[in-house]
């Protein structure tokens, strides 16, 4: 057999025993990221959290399969489950505090919430345990399975992964699923606004008299800008079907409608999570209906837009940078889009509008003052 031939390219393939190794623990760490979503989603379906809430906040082994039914044969697994989740930072692990007599056992081991999992306790006010069901989704895992041959494969121009998966686009998917995409945005809609309007609150204060939530569903983000700020008359735009399905609601009216057809004029348009689903000349049509909608700046017009700004501001966390790639990745899988601040502002300028303000939040989204 003739001798390997140096190749210089296999220069930059050698690596010693400890890259080896660490590349090695790091590959496999990617491989099984999935584990700890499946792992969250159990957790969620099993009510785990609402388990050790209903326990004082701490729970052993033990008594959390009491409280979630789980069979004596599964104890051991229910463990392994719960070593993951601790890991992972979902429930915390400490020793118990009472100090062992001599000869017994160590005290025993109780699993606590951690600010996580306080955020899937079902009686919370800010519960977001139907945002794990509306994102931890077969639907969407099967359509991200797609993207080696979504990216290669000539297809119609304008196929989006889930139509390549499912035979249908992402609307489609959430009709006759029983709430639970509108469940999962209404109770993010109620954590967010909890924070944006305590934290941000000028920016809707300001707003003079009337303002439309464009895509507002059930009206959960328009309910919580008019209870914080009663002297506006606020107005939800929706599908009529979606429309027609809306609890009643004494602080809240409700409009039939398209957005790409037409936005009823306020003094202020929101737009909660909606332009990050879009494509971008589907945003420019939105933004123009809009502009059209709200008053001159100097009469104080505006759209409020809440959605992310990728990379902005440049000096958050590293959580948070990988949360905005992985939503942006996971948008992609419906033909949306999270976007960059100079995609945001192209929009903004062939929509017409003149200026824009960008306030970030703690968390990884932002929100975008429009000025006509």
Known sequence: MAPHKHNE??????????????????????????VKSLALKAATDLRIPDAISRRGGAATLSELADEINIHPTKLSNL?????????????SL????????????APPEY???????????ERSPHDLSPMVDTMVDPVSWNALLKMPEWFTEERPSGLS?????QGCDFWDTTVGDGGKFSGGMAADSRVAMQVLLKEHGGVFKEVKSSLVDVGGSHGATATAVAKAFPH?????????????????????TFVAGDMFKYVPPADAVLLKWILHDWKHEDCVKIMRLCKEAIPERDAGGKVIIIDMVVGYPVTQQHDSKEAQAFFDVYMMGMDGI?????????IFSEAGFSDYKITPTNGIRSIIEVFP
């Open 232 to 252: 506006l008359k606020c107005t939800v735009l929706d599908l009529a079907d979606v429309v027609a399905l809306a609890p009643a609601n004494d602080r809240v």
């Open 94 to 105: 400490v020793q118990g505090k009472d100090e062992p007599c001599d000869g017994a056992a």
């Open 79 to 91: 463990r392994r489950l719960m070593r993951v989740l601790t890991t992972s930072g979902v429930f």
């Open 161 to 165: 992964l889930i139509e390549v998966a």
């Open 338 to 346: 999270e976007r960059e601040e100079s995609e945001w502002s192209m």
């Open 111 to 121: 699993y606590e919430l951690t600010v996580v999992s306080r955020l899937l306790v």
């Open 9 to 34: 390219q296999d220069d930059e393939l050698t690596m010693s025993t400890n890259e080896l190794l660490q590349g090695q623990l790091e590959l496999y760490h990617h491989c099984l990221a999935f």
